[in-house]
Protein backbone atom coordinates (compact mmCIF):
# COMPACT_ATOMS: atom_id res chain seq x y z
CA UNK A 1 0.00 0.00 0.00
CA UNK A 2 2.34 2.31 0.64
CA UNK A 3 4.08 1.89 -2.57
CA UNK A 4 1.37 2.39 -4.30
CA UNK A 5 0.98 5.91 -2.55
CA UNK A 6 5.32 6.68 -3.77
CA UNK A 7 4.43 5.48 -7.28
CA UNK A 8 1.54 7.59 -7.50
CA UNK A 9 3.30 10.50 -5.54
CA UNK A 10 5.79 10.06 -8.56
CA UNK A 11 3.66 10.29 -11.24
CA UNK A 12 1.85 13.50 -9.90
CA UNK A 13 5.15 15.20 -9.43
CA UNK A 14 6.12 14.40 -12.90
CA UNK A 15 3.07 15.32 -14.17
CA UNK A 16 3.13 18.95 -12.49
CA UNK A 17 7.15 19.19 -13.58
CA UNK A 18 5.60 18.83 -17.40
CA UNK A 19 2.67 21.36 -16.92
CA UNK A 20 5.48 23.86 -15.83
CA UNK A 21 7.09 23.46 -18.63
CA UNK A 22 4.34 23.83 -20.61
CA UNK A 23 3.11 26.53 -19.18
CA UNK A 24 6.39 28.42 -19.29
CA UNK A 25 7.11 27.63 -22.67
CA UNK A 26 3.61 29.36 -23.94
CA UNK A 27 4.45 32.09 -21.58
CA UNK A 28 7.97 32.45 -23.29
CA UNK A 29 5.99 32.08 -27.03
CA UNK A 30 3.63 34.65 -25.59
CA UNK A 31 6.26 37.40 -24.59
CA UNK A 32 8.31 36.69 -27.92
CA UNK A 33 4.99 37.61 -29.87
CA UNK A 34 4.53 40.87 -27.76
CA UNK A 35 7.75 41.87 -28.41
CA UNK A 36 8.01 41.43 -32.28
CA UNK A 37 4.42 42.31 -33.12
CA UNK A 38 5.28 46.19 -32.91
CA UNK A 39 8.44 45.76 -35.19
CA UNK A 40 6.23 43.93 -37.80
CA UNK A 41 3.54 46.42 -37.93
CA UNK A 42 5.77 49.22 -38.56
CA UNK A 43 7.56 46.79 -41.47
CA UNK A 44 6.71 48.56 -45.00
CA UNK A 45 4.27 46.89 -46.91
CA UNK A 46 6.04 45.89 -50.61
CA UNK A 47 4.04 42.66 -51.29
CA UNK A 48 5.23 39.15 -52.35
CA UNK A 49 8.81 39.89 -53.01
CA UNK A 50 8.83 35.90 -54.47
CA UNK A 51 7.97 36.26 -57.83
CA UNK A 52 9.82 39.57 -58.76
CA UNK A 53 13.38 36.79 -57.63
CA UNK A 54 11.74 34.41 -60.46
CA UNK A 55 11.48 37.43 -62.88
CA UNK A 56 15.09 38.43 -62.11
CA UNK A 57 16.51 35.01 -62.06
CA UNK A 58 14.53 34.45 -65.91
CA UNK A 59 16.15 37.63 -67.44
CA UNK A 60 19.67 36.64 -65.93
CA UNK A 61 19.23 33.16 -67.15
CA UNK A 62 17.82 34.51 -70.97
CA UNK A 63 20.92 37.06 -70.74
CA UNK A 64 23.77 34.34 -69.64
CA UNK A 65 25.25 33.39 -73.24
CA UNK A 66 26.72 30.23 -71.51
CA UNK A 67 23.34 28.63 -70.64
CA UNK A 68 22.16 30.21 -74.02
CA UNK A 69 24.33 27.93 -76.01
CA UNK A 70 23.43 24.67 -74.53
CA UNK A 71 20.58 23.09 -76.42
CA UNK A 72 17.87 21.09 -74.30
CA UNK A 73 19.26 17.97 -77.28
CA UNK A 74 22.57 18.22 -76.25
CA UNK A 75 21.45 17.82 -73.06
CA UNK A 76 19.55 14.55 -73.82
CA UNK A 77 21.67 13.28 -76.09
CA UNK A 78 24.42 13.75 -72.99
CA UNK A 79 22.43 11.65 -70.75
CA UNK A 80 21.15 9.32 -72.95
CA UNK A 81 24.50 7.98 -73.73
CA UNK A 82 24.83 7.49 -69.98
CA UNK A 83 22.38 5.74 -69.38
CA UNK A 84 23.55 2.93 -72.63
CA UNK A 85 26.66 2.71 -70.69
CA UNK A 86 25.18 2.27 -67.44
CA UNK A 87 22.64 -0.28 -69.35
CA UNK A 88 25.68 -1.90 -70.93
CA UNK A 89 27.54 -2.48 -68.00
CA UNK A 90 24.44 -4.34 -66.72
CA UNK A 91 23.78 -6.18 -69.42
CA UNK A 92 27.66 -7.19 -69.52
CA UNK A 93 27.46 -8.49 -65.75
CA UNK A 94 24.71 -10.22 -65.97
CA UNK A 95 26.60 -12.20 -68.70
CA UNK A 96 29.26 -12.80 -66.41
CA UNK A 97 26.71 -14.15 -63.70
CA UNK A 98 24.86 -16.32 -66.33
CA UNK A 99 27.98 -17.54 -67.78
CA UNK A 100 29.14 -18.98 -63.70
CA UNK A 101 25.75 -20.06 -63.34
CA UNK A 102 26.34 -22.55 -65.91
CA UNK A 103 29.54 -23.47 -65.31
CA UNK A 104 28.29 -24.53 -61.84
CA UNK A 105 25.85 -26.75 -63.45
CA UNK A 106 28.44 -28.04 -65.34
CA UNK A 107 30.28 -29.02 -62.54
CA UNK A 108 27.53 -30.10 -60.37
CA UNK A 109 26.64 -32.25 -63.66
CA UNK A 110 30.09 -33.99 -63.59
CA UNK A 111 30.00 -34.94 -59.69
CA UNK A 112 26.83 -36.93 -60.54
CA UNK A 113 26.82 -38.14 -64.09
CA UNK A 114 23.47 -39.05 -65.47
CA UNK A 115 22.77 -42.43 -64.69
CA UNK A 116 23.51 -41.78 -60.77
CA UNK A 117 19.87 -41.83 -60.21
CA UNK A 118 19.33 -45.11 -61.68
CA UNK A 119 22.25 -46.72 -59.86
CA UNK A 120 20.65 -45.54 -56.49
CA UNK A 121 17.54 -47.03 -57.74
CA UNK A 122 19.18 -50.38 -58.52
CA UNK A 123 20.57 -50.44 -55.27
CA UNK A 124 17.69 -50.60 -53.58
Known amino acids: M ?6 FGFKKMVEIIALI ?3 GSFAGMALIACRKIP ?8 GNIIPRIFVSLKARIKNNETIRSFSAETILQRYLSKIMVFMLKIENKIGEWLMRSRQRN ?3 KKKFPGDYWQKIM ?3
Open 2 to 7: GFEILI
Open 21 to 23: ILI
Open 39 to 46: VLVALPLR
Open 106 to 108: IEK
Open 122 to 124: KKK
